[in-house]
């Protein structure tokens, strides 16, 4: 199959390409420009006239549930709401049942998501043994399973012997270790950022100190292994100038941002509503204010989702009671490219960090519009409105804040491998 993307704005940050031009695909790659004429009879003219086309996005932090938790969501579910949401790849997190800790189960996602995924699906392996911070997992055979990454994401590493045992491993394999940093003797209990709201709405507070001390502790360990670190879903002012201090020493460390994190803050939980319930927390505008700074910077390297579906019955109960996370596969590119329409984003920032980052980080062959690589292309139409409904959701996960908002900027074609996954927020099978 042959598509010829028409006169669409090119935005491809690794070739710093910002220009209105043709993509031409042919069986699957981006091809150069002189191999396919349009009066080809076998091409598919797609015409991005007032389009962005950019290499496809890649969400480096998701929640699939599969294996064990299919009543949230399955890898083809999730893969459908990625599609669907702009995405071509997305990385799974393994606190799934049992746990991504060895070579057969995520060589089970790898298997599940050949048959049945619509984008492509990275598995990240745990970095210890049943996320229980104790024993190393099996690295070396996650590694050749196909995991991308280790993480305890959802857990922290609490004991720092066991972090740096996990650095040291990881080192030998080029890989990065997402950490999920959270000091559980601070946050224990815990169910909103500690400040001014949670005094007025009467929750127990989670400092931001409880973060910015795990990520401390983190850059020190990188610091000793020379280990690539990457901070999961930074939330914190101080998270960020630790992280932008470690750069500037030259440390391999990097970190990610939620859509919801940089666009939601604390005051929003007055109704308690559990779809706002997230962990870390939606923090005060001061802590915004900083995350946005970090991301005009370059402190902050990738928007990643956290995607968390869950089960309507822990979400639609007492706020205490709710389970955390937000199911935001399908919200996402929008809700970042609206903050680029009030002015608070900037495109190309933003494009970098959905495409060329976390492809690096992750040592991935994508994030770029070369010909000869795959053809994993995201249209996206910044004018575009619409109203999020979750009930139109490919994602089982119906909890997301943003739910009867309107957004301006959508994607409208995801590309994957040089098929169409998805076309004006419907997928294509
Ligand atoms: O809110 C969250 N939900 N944060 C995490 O770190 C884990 C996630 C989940 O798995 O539900």
Redesign the pocket.
């Given at each position: 199959m042959k598509f010829l993307i028409k006169n669409g704005r090119v935005i491809d940050p690794a070739n710093q390409i910002d220009d209105i031009r043709n993509i031409f695909v042919a069986d699957g790659f981006i091809a150069d420009s002189d191999s396919i004429a349009s009066s080809d009879q076998d091409v598919k003219v797609i015409d991005a006239e007032g389009l962005i086309v950019t290499p496809g996005f890649i969400d480096m932090h998701v929640?699939l549930r599969e294996p064990g938790q299919e009543y949230k969501e399955d890898i083809t579910t999730g893969s459908w709401a990625a599609a669907a949401g702009g995405f071509t790849a997305v990385c799974c997190?393994p606190?799934t049942d049992p746990v991504i800790d060895n070579h057969v189960v995520a060589s089970f996602i790898k298997e599940r998501a050949r048959k049945s995924a619509l984008v492509k699906v990275f598995p990240v392996g745990a970095i210890t043994k049943n996320l229980e911070g104790e024993k190393l997992s099996e690295i070396a055979g996650l590694v050749s399973a196909g995991c991308v990454a280790i993480s305890d994401?959802?857990n922290p590493v609490k004991k720092a012997n066991m972090m740096r045992n996990g650095l040291e491993y990881a080192k030998m394999f080029d890989l990065p270790v997402l950490s999920?940093c959270e000091e559980e003797n601070l946050s224990s209990g815990g169910l909103m950022h500690e400040g001014l709201y949670s005094f007025i709405y009467g929750l127990k507070g989670i400092p931001a100190a409880a973060e910015a001390i795990m990520v401390g502790r983190d850059i020190s360990l990188a610091r000793l292994t020379g280990s690539r670190l990457h901070i999961c879903?930074i939330s914190a002012a101080e998270s960020v100038d630790l992280v932008r201090q470690a750069k500037k020493e030259g440390l391999p460390v990097t970190c990610e941002v939620t859509p919801h994190h940089l666009a939601l803050s604390d005051k929003i939980i007055g109704d308690y509503d559990g779809n706002t319930k997230?962990?870390p927390p939606l923090r005060g505008q001061d802590h915004i204010d900083a995350l946005i700074a970090a991301v005009k910077d370059g402190t902050i390297d990738c928007i990643a989702t956290?995607h968390?579906p869950?089960h309507i019955e822990s979400k639609d109960c007492e706020f205490q009671m709710a389970?955390?996370?937000?199911s935001g596969l399908e919200t996402a590119v929008a809700v970042c490219m609206d903050m680029v329409n009030r002015g608070v984003l900037e495109l190309k920032r933003v494009i970098e960090m959905f495409t060329l980052n976390p492809a690096n980080i992750l040592r991935l062959n994508g994030g770029a519009l070369n010909a000869g690589m795959p053809a994993d292309i995201t249209v996206i139409d910044l004018k575009l409105k619409k109203t999020v409904d979750v009930a139109s959701f490919y994602s089982k996960g119906k909890n997301n804040p943003f739910h009867k908002k309107e957004l301006t900027g959508w994607p409208v074609l995801t590309m994957v491998n040089g098929k169409i996954a998805a076309q004006n927020g419907k997928i294509i099978i």
């Open positions: 929640h997190m606190n994401d959802g999920h879903h997230v962990n956290d968390a869950h389970s955390f996370g937000i």
